[in-house]
């Protein structure tokens, strides 16, 4: 595991459900990096399609 709070958080939620692994925590945090996924790609799309710059005098596309 990545982040320092897995253990953390299994001993949090072994303590309501005693059979929880290491599949379950990933089970229930996965659905939020793939929500975050598909929001970011369709705002990245929006700013693409409005033609809105990258920064300051760059535009996504060429000209």
Known sequence: P?????PLFL???Q???????LGTY???VLPYPLIFLVVWLLMLLAWYLVGL???PGI?????
């Not at 990545?2 to 897995?6: A, I």
């Open 2 to 6: 990545v982040s320092p709070f897995v």
């Open 11 to 13: 001993g949090f939620l």
């Open 15 to 21: 303590r309501y459900k005693p059979d929880a692994k």
């Open 26 to 28: 990933y089970s229930l």
């Open 53 to 55: 710059p990258i920064g």
């Open 59 to 63: 535009y996504p596309r060429l000209s």
